[in-house]
């Protein structure tokens, strides 16, 4: 009598598909992409000291498919702003092409307006505080990495 092939999953594949659908649904969980940022939306603060004990940062960009991450930011003043390894992260590529975003920070979202940072001037003092909030390793700046500014996004 013919036997069955027997159909066997191994825990790694059941692993990356359970994190796959888990990435597709929602928040990002660690450093594994997720989609559509959930919640209330909260009005643009005009300082972000309360940003100033929150390590991680979540960022929804592409709002026709949205992608959103876990990473890091500092607020200064009514600005808040973002810092990525490298300009090719899908994140980063994502939001140069259309700037819409959505920030969390703490559990509150933020419509914001997403531009690269340009000014040599503000680039040195978001870097100065990215290194202090972060403890960071100027070394880490080496590459095609980018901050970008986030704003209140325009009506």
């Known amino acids: 009598m013919p036997t069955r092939p027997q159909t066997h999953i191994s825990q790694a594949t059941q692993w990356v598909v359970s994190i796959l659908l888990l990435s597709s649904c929602g928040s990002p969980l660690g450093p594994i992409p997720g989609g559509k940022l959930e919640g209330n939306v909260s009005p643009w603060p005009e300082n972000w000291d309360h940003a100033e004990d929150c390590e991680n940062v979540l960022l929804e960009t592409d709002p026709a498919d949205p992608y959103s991450v876990t990473i890091w930011g500092v607020g200064l003043q009514g600005e808040f702003f973002v810092g990525a390894s490298s300009r090719s ?22 419509r914001a307006h997403a531009e690269l940072l340009t000014d040599p001037a503000t680039v040195e003092v978001v870097t100065t505080k990215f290194f202090e909030k972060y403890d960071m390793d100027p070394d880490n700046l080496e590459g095609d990495g980018a901050f970008y500014r986030l704003m209140p996004r325009p009506k």
């Open 89 to 110: 992260n899908q994140w980063a590529r994502k939001m140069e092409k259309d700037p819409r975003v959505v920030l969390d920070v703490d559990g509150l979202l933020y």
